[in-house]
């Protein structure tokens, strides 16, 4: 069975901290599988990236200028290197054993 030790969590963002910290939040606290967090932050945002700063478990692209969601997640997913990518919104907050209820609906032959 293919687990998601191999998955990483891209989670898209643009000035809405408070809710990205609830998404953060609950993913930490949900997870049971560890992942590669990645946060696509759609354009300058000095409080978003402040924030970023301070959490040593999340990796983050800022784009320079707000571009809209598919150009940051683009460029996220070409630094991802595990083989599977959970995509959430920042307005997302994950439910207790999301990842458990969802492992066993991960076929690798259906992308």
């Not at 901290?17 to 945002?45: M, Q």
């Not at 924030?51 to 707000?66: A, C, R, T």
């Not at 969601?69 to 595990?82: G, L, P, Y």
């Amino acid at each position: 069975m293919v687990t998601f030790d191999s998955a990483s969590i891209l989670v898209k963002t643009w000035k809405n901290l408070p809710f990205l910290k609830k998404c953060i939040e609950s993913i930490r606290k949900h997870s049971k599988h560890t992942y590669d967090i990645w946060i696509a932050v759609d354009g300058p945002d000095d409080e978003t990236e402040t924030w970023l700063k301070e959490q040593k478990d999340l990796n983050y692209n800022i784009l320079p200028e707000h571009k809209g969601v598919s150009t940051n997640t683009n460029e996220c997913v070409k630094k991802i290197q595990r083989e599977y990518i959970l995509f959430l919104d920042d307005d997302n907050v994950l439910a207790p054993d999301y990842d458990i209820n969802l492992e066993p609906h991960i076929n690798p032959n259906h992308v």
